[in-house]
């Protein structure tokens, strides 16, 4: 008597070969779904990372430029008037940080609730 074609698939499977399958299209899954992600996300935050030191030391060599050019350029703050460049050029560093928080929390807004 013939088997039934269906009953040939069954013949060779086996409860271990499907479990050692399944893990392994997990594996894959988790690889693929996951980890690749979090990779290429690590690159990103490691650039914007970086260039956020570069940018921050950038800012701070502008401001020590703004300081020593309001030292030679103004000598007359020279004595007991020499503390007023220094003033300056925190009132600029907070200016620069107020602008920038300003910028960051503009960009983020109120959140809107349901669908339009």
Known sequence: MKTPKWRSIWRGASLQ???EELRA??????????????KSMGRFLAFGALGSIFVGFGGVLM???????LQWQFP????????????IVVV???????L???R???SVGPRRRGGA
């Open 100 to 102: 920038t928080l300003w």
């Open 104 to 106: 960051i929390f503009a």
């Open 76 to 87: 007359f703050f020279d004595g007991s008037e020499s503390w007023i460049p220094y003033a």
């Open 25 to 38: 299209v997990l594996v894959r899954y988790v690889k693929e779904e996951t980890i690749a992600p979090l």
């Open 17 to 19: 070969r499907d479990f």
């Open 92 to 98: 600029i560093a907070m200016g620069a940080i107020g």
């Open 63 to 69: 401001l020590l430029g703004v300081l020593r050019y």
